[in-house]
């Protein structure tokens, strides 16, 4: 009995750990909820989805598949290759035949690293393309979403579906269906081969396969919660970043930093931590395995040596030599897979969490889209009318409130109103940034839904109080990627007064736009804006409060620059400085999301209403700064 105490000490200590692992296993909450794997689609549906985007490329699949053959091919036949060796060596030993076997030992290793080579290639293109693909997909979908679905999701988010999650996606085509069909084939391969040369030794490694499932399932369960939380920590340092490095310099104007620092400092230990666990579930089931593995070797070593020293036979099965070497080979090929099996499950299960977030962005329907038969819109007069229109960004709180009136063609109208009255609100509605709830908006006599929303848009140019300049040059900001020639280029630069500083510039249309174009004044910016508009010839301008914020020097060139584009087109004109509106056609004010007064300046202020006291409360502050200077 004392001889198979290293058999019972084995199988106690597993016995040990299976407990342990089962008590761990048992103090989770099966909820999922619990977990953080709150995964809504099922992994049928997910990998049907990717497959459209996989489909594509399948002959470069099949050429990776016939790769894969040879690669499985040496991990079955080395062993075998090796075993022959050891019986060679001990019995009829003959030279010429032992360098037989180590070339053809040799030739098929070196045609499974080019193999493994070719497949590692073709797999990283194919993988690379189909990433491409799906970037382009989703960013796609995310320029369709409304203005108010864009204002809904953070923009950190949205960044990790373009990046972060895709990754994860590449990840899958490029490693782990590959990793995952070749381990199982080759589990399956040794398998068959052991059972083959000594089905004795292959009962004995198979007495410690319920261990490894006993063991994957608990890793599972625990790399699963893992995983979550460092994509979702991930998800949450994207998120602070990229919306407090935009507003780095409120920060530093009101002295937050330290504050900011704290907030950002529990998210990156929040991450960090989340890592640590993620590595210590790694380094808990790692080492396990491999001391499955090295039980399986001690008890073929001990069976093995006891059987050949002894001349025992167990089941008719005689154990030699070269069994034994061979064996111990197969053992390693047959526990590494079962490793790598259970982490790429895991990183399968990753990725196809990345899936999800991504098929749930792309899945997210577009409030604001063309209606069926939306027709294409050749030309705008641009007259526009406004019949009873009802407008809330949040059910049951009106913007816009049976809000009625009527732009002549050319003309030019201004609206006027506290903050709050709708006066945004209103140029919004007239491109289908949003979608009114009740009433109808017309251009040129024809319902803006009956339009197509690209086409709509082409006839309008916005010019917004907060100028938004890309990354590159003067020219692609005023261009827009569009191939517009340079002289008219220069001509819309020339028209809106913006080669006053461009041609100062030592790059002149060439010269180097920074991040929201932080390297030019307010002014500057809006007459870059003023210049991006009139290039792309719209027939009715939208300026929304675009005089608010410049600065003196600036003042005059847009002031003649908006003398000029008025005679362009329509022009609607939402107005913070009431003397820049004095020439209007007409003036609406807003109070509540209502029209309370409409008219001209001068019949305005003979009316004496809520207009005639704004505009009167304005000069005489305009009044006293002027005397303090």
Not at 73 to 86: N, Q
Not at 133 to 160: C, Y
Not at 200 to 215: D, G, Q, R
Not at 490 to 510: H, P
Request: aromatic share 10%; net charge neutral.
């Amino acid at each position: 009995m004392r001889e198979f105490y290293p058999l019972l000490v084995i199988g106690a200590v597993l016995g040990v750990l299976s407990v342990i692992f089962v008590f761990a296993y048992a103090c989770i909450k099966n909820k999922k909820e619990a977990i953080g794997f709150d995964r809504a689609m099922k992994d049928g549906e997910l990998i049907k989805r990717l497959l459209k985007y996989a489909k594509p490329y399948a002959g470069s699949f099949v050429f990776v598949g016939l790769c894969m053959v040879f690669s499985i091919a040496y991990d079955i036949v080395s062993p075998l290759l090796i075993g022959y060796i050891e019986g060679m060596v001990k019995g009829d030993f003959a030279l010429t035949r032992l360098f037989i076997i180590v070339g053809v030992y040799a030739g098929i290793l070196l045609i499974s690293l080019a193999s493994t080579y070719f497949q590692a290639i073709v797999l990283q293109k194919t993988g690379q393309k189909i990433l491409s693909r799906l970037r382009e997909d989703l960013f796609t979908h995310i320029e369709s979403l409304s203005h108010a679905q864009l204002n809904s999701i953070p923009v950190g988010k949205l960044v990790t579906r373009v990046t972060n999650d895709t990754n994860a996606i590449s990840m899958l085509f490029t490693n782990i269906l590959v990793n995952l069909i070749k381990n199982c084939f080759v589990i399956v391969g040794v398998l068959v081969a052991m059972l083959c040369i000594n089905y004795e030794l292959t009962l004995m490694v198979l007495c410690f396969v319920p261990f490894v499932v006993l063991f994957t399932v608990v890793f599972r369960k625990f790399s699963r919660r893992a995983y979550r939380k460092v994509k979702d920590g991930t998800t949450d340092i994207n998120t602070f970043l990229s919306e407090n490095l935009s507003g780095m310099k409120i920060t530093q104007i009101f002295n937050r930093e330290d504050k900011k620092m704290s907030e950002f400092s529990e998210k990156n230990l929040r991450l960090a931590s989340a890592k640590q666990r993620q590595i210590f579930v790694f380094g808990i089931f790692r080492p396990v395995v491999y001391m499955l593995y090295i039980s399986s070797v001690l008890c073929l070593l001990f069976l093995g040596g006891k059987g050949y020293i002894d001349d025992v036979s167990f089941l008719g099965q005689t154990l030699t030599s070269e069994i034994i070497v061979t064996f111990y080979m197969y053992i390693s090929k047959f526990f590494n897979p079962i490793q790598s099996l259970a982490e790429q499950f895991n990183w399968l299960q990753s990725a196809f969490a990345s899936a999800e977030k991504i098929f749930t962005v792309m899945d997210t329907e577009p409030t604001v889209v063309d209606e069926e038969g939306a027709e294409e819109l050749e030309s705008v007069r641009g007259e526009i009318e406004f019949r009873d229109v009802w407008f809330s960004y949040v059910d049951g709180e009106w913007v816009l409130k049976g809000v009625s009136f009527k732009v002549n063609a050319n003309d030019t109208v201004a609206f006027v109103g506290a903050t709050g009255s709708g006066k945004t609100t209103i140029l919004s509605l007239i491109c289908r940034n949003y979608d009114i709830q009740k009433g109808q908006i017309l251009i040129d006599g024809t319902d803006i839904k009956k339009i197509k929303i690209a086409s709509l848009r082409k006839h309008f140019g916005q010019m917004l109080q907060d100028v938004f300049l890309f990354s590159g040059t003067v020219r692609s900001n005023i261009v827009l990627r569009d191939d517009i020639p340079d002289e008219e280029v220069r001509r819309a630069c020339d028209y809106v007064n913006a080669s006053t500083f461009i041609d100062k510039l030592e790059g002149g249309l060439d010269s180097p736009v920074r991040e929201r174009g932080n390297n030019f004044s307010a002014g500057q910016r809006q007459l870059l804006s003023f210049a991006r508009t009139v290039v792309h010839k719209p027939s009715v301008m939208i300026l929304d409060e675009a005089t608010a914020n410049i600065d003196t020097e600036s003042e005059a060139l847009i002031q003649d620059s908006l003398g000029k584009m008025m005679n362009i087109g329509t022009m609607l004109i939402v107005a913070h400085r009431l003397s820049t509106i004095r020439n209007a056609d007409n003036i609406i004010v807003l109070s509540h999301g209502e029209i309370v007064e409409q008219g001209t300046h001068k019949k305005l202020l003979e009316t004496k209403g809520q207009y005639s006291r704004l505009y009167e409360l304005q000069a005489h502050r305009e009044r006293i700064e002027g005397a303090k200077v």
